[in-house]
């Protein structure tokens, strides 16, 4: 028993790395004196522990999939990769918050500090095969999501925001586990494995505590991807916290929480009969609503902040559309989607969190005529925008027509209708930065220091993957299954 | 004996009025009261499920990590309450409506 926890940690490096990074960069940051501005060592010291967590996980990809700490961590390459998207928007975050002027100096380290936290939860939430592994995971990621959210201090959005965000968090995990003891009770174990095989052989009666039960299991993971009925909490904590923290939340606990829910789809309803198809019923019905009330509500916002937190809740949608097919070529586009997702939001969210740090506010209009004065940034702004809109030739569209083609081979036709319905919608609202950026006279010509040439690189750098995606995911996808990166 | 059903009513009870009390209440230590209540149904739950049905570990390891995990959630709940009393010197959910579309 000792023996074999002992050689499950060899397979918890990247896990154990990341947790010690963050051990380190508290201790860094108790050597800074408390008025000193510039905190350059401890993110480089970031920077290091973060990219090796991901050198540990890149070595990780091919590998079988193994079941390590008596089968309560499965690490596949499903978790695998999925992690990977995880470390790469914590780094991006990072390097943002230290470019940032929306949070102040003295408060980054605690962002570095709680963002690896985050990331540590997520790893857990995502490998998860255990109730417990499950919740701890989640509440790892909730209770440092609610301190991150309210970073600001004496800014009473900031505050707010994070009020809003412990309340709700707090509600939904409570119940997530009210539906898990039921869960438990029933079926009479905590890992996944063993009630996968309880949930064969069940009487009707049980059914009928256990189909509710697992609705409000779904709460609790709803909550963290935002989808529709529990999605309240995300425009308001979106907008009132830090833009750094918004690029955060809108990429990491969304992809563990997706994983997390591929993972219970998959394992416990993959068999056809009535919990496949009150479930599957369920994740339609959200899948469709999530799409729509995000779009609609993004049209009106006045705030590209807003409006991207919006986008990213009918995103989210579109990949619940990947994990009702149930198949493996649902659950490889939803994550070849949340490849392109993680570096389109990003890159957008970067080039707005430096007009916003230049302006105080990041209304549309504060984008006019950015073409005449950085055209390089218009015109990664402008790609980006066609990709989230899903235009061919770029990711956006190759993401999305994947997800569309596992739900058009499973016969999911009026769910594919209203996901291109929405596509047109939102093309609106992306188009319209388009059109600000390009037509509109500039209302100033004072430079945006957030520009500088490094930054300006990295955004490029970020927005190459979605070019290059779109263009050549074939051969991206044939490298991906000769390393049977996916799902196995 | 205390049966098994006893114990689920109880906890069912629990959990209702934590959910009465967050929908009724306006005062935002209340509302974590209610947090507090939908947890401990839960915790019993699982401990109840523990005794009389399944004779394993499982049912008391998820109590008490409920136990542990709802006190780090009421603390940072706490000190965000703390902060939010600062600036806006109230507890009232009501006023909590500076970020509204």
Not at chain 1, 14 to 33: D, Q, V
Request: with cysteine; hydrophobic share 55%; aromatic share 12%.
């Amino acid at each position: 028993m000792g023996i074999n926890y002992l050689a499950s940690l060899s397979h918890y490096v990247p896990e154990l790395l990341a947790c010690l990074t963050m051990f380190g960069l508290i201790l860094i940051e108790a050597t800074y004196k408390e008025e000193k501005k510039e905190r350059g060592l401890l993110f480089l010291a970031a920077g290091i522990g973060l990219t090796s967590v991901l050198v540990f996980l890149i070595f990780n990809l091919g590998k079988e999939p193994l079941s390590i700490f008596t089968n309560s961590v499965v690490i596949d390459s499903f978790s695998t990769l999925s992690k990977i998207i995880m470390c790469l928007g914590t780094l991006g975050a990072v390097y943002l918050t230290s470019q940032s002027r929306d949070i102040q100096g003295n408060l980054k380290p605690e962002f570095a500090i709680m963002a690896t936290g985050i990331l540590v939860g997520g790893m857990l939430l995502s490998s998860a095969n255990n109730m417990l592994v499950l919740f701890i995971g989640i509440e790892t990621l909730s209770i440092l999501s609610y301190v991150l959210a309210s970073l600001k201090k004496n800014d009473d959005r900031s505050a707010e925001a994070g009020l809003k965000y412990a309340l709700y968090g707090g509600i939904t995990s409570g119940i997530m586990l009210f539906g898990m003891s039921h869960i438990f009770g029933v079926v009479g174990s905590i890992n996944f494995t063993d009630i996968a095989v309880g949930l064969k052989s069940l009487s009707e009666g049980q059914v009928l505590i256990v189909l509710p039960s697992f609705l409000l299991f779904l709460v609790g993971i709803g909550y963290k991807i935002a989808c529709v009925p529990f999605h309240m909490w995300a425009p308001d904590v979106y907008e009132g916290s830090p833009i750094p923290v918004t690029t955060f939340f809108s990429i990491v606990p969304k992809v563990a929480g997706l994983a997390a829910l591929v993972r219970i789809s998959t394992t416990f309803f993959a068999e056809p009969g009535v919990l496949n198809v009150g479930w599957v019923g369920t994740l339609s019905i959200i899948a469709a609503l999530t799409m729509t009330v995000g779009n609609i509500s993004a049209i009106g916002q006045q705030s590209v902040k807003r409006m991207l937190a919006y986008s990213s809740i009918s995103h989210a949608g579109v990949m619940i559309l990947g994990i009702i097919v149930m198949n493996d070529l649902g659950t490889r586009s939803v994550l070849f989607y949340s490849i392109t997702y993680l570096f389109m939001t990003l890159a957008a969210f970067y080039i707005v969190s430096f007009v916003n740090d230049k302006y105080g506010n990041d209304h549309f209009e504060r984008f006019s005529g950015l073409i005449y004065r950085y055209p390089m940034m218009a015109i990664m702004m402008t790609i980006l925008m066609f990709s989230l809109a899903g235009i061919p030739p770029l990711s956006g569209f190759v993401a999305k027509f994947h997800i569309f083609n596992a739900l058009i081979i499973e016969k999911y036709y009026t769910l594919a209708v209203i996901a291109g319905i929405n596509s047109v919608i939102a093309l609106y609202y992306y188009l319209k930065i388009v059109r600000i950026m390009t037509l509109k006279p500039s209302e100033s010509e004072e430079e945006i220091q957030g520009f500088t040439y490094v930054n300006q690189g990295v955004v490029v750098a970020l927005t190459i993957p979605v070019v290059v995606l779109g263009l050549f995911w074939e051969k991206v996808l044939m490298v991906a299954e000769g390393a049977k990166v996916f799902v196995q | 004996m205390v049966s098994l059903s006893s114990y689920l009513f109880i906890s069912f009870a629990l959990f209702i009025s934590g959910l009465a009390v967050m929908i009724a209440r306006k005062n935002i230590i209340a509302i974590l009261l209610g947090i507090e209540l939908i947890l401990n149904s839960a915790a019993l739950n699982f401990a109840a499920y523990a005794r009389f049905v399944n004779q394993n570990i499982d049912g008391h390891l998820m109590s008490l990590f409920i136990i542990v995990i709802a006190a780090a959630e009421a603390a940072v709940g706490l000190a965000i309450v703390i902060r939010f009393f600062q600036i806006k010197e109230t507890i009232h959910i009501d006023d909590a409506t500076q970020l509204q579309a």
